[in-house]
């Protein structure tokens, strides 16, 4: 089973930046504790700033792969490119958050991915990206 997880804009900063919302640890570590966790899939990670790259990204794999984690981040809410890559692929995908972006500004409620993912994990830490690939092998 192949699952590739993308990450949006300032996730690269996971582990400096905001450390109360998004914690302490880097995406990198957590993305070897993952494959530690699911020793049988094969976890691939892509992370950009740059909204097109992750259109790109989408589409590359989006026909042939098994699952996909994406956290657009701030995009989740502005983009409809993305939205609309994602409404364009087969491949399953799983909106992430790491913070429940409900409790938070007015602003982050709005996801134009959300109507075209199969369901949506937020607000659990690092935590939601576990739990999403869990969503994939547990049906
Ligand atoms: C985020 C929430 C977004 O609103 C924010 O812009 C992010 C991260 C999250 O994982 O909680 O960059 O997607």
Redesign the pocket.
Known sequence: MKIQIIN????NLLGLREKD??GDISFETYFDKLKTDFPKIDLYYFQSNIEGEIINKIQEIGFDFDGIVL????Y??TSVGIADAVRSIKTPLIE????N?IS?EDY?HISYIAPHAKGII?GFGLKSYNLAISSFINK
């Open positions: 949006g804009p300032n996730l919302v998004y956290n657009a981040a701030a989740t809410h992430v958050h790491i913070s972006t938070r982050r937020m």
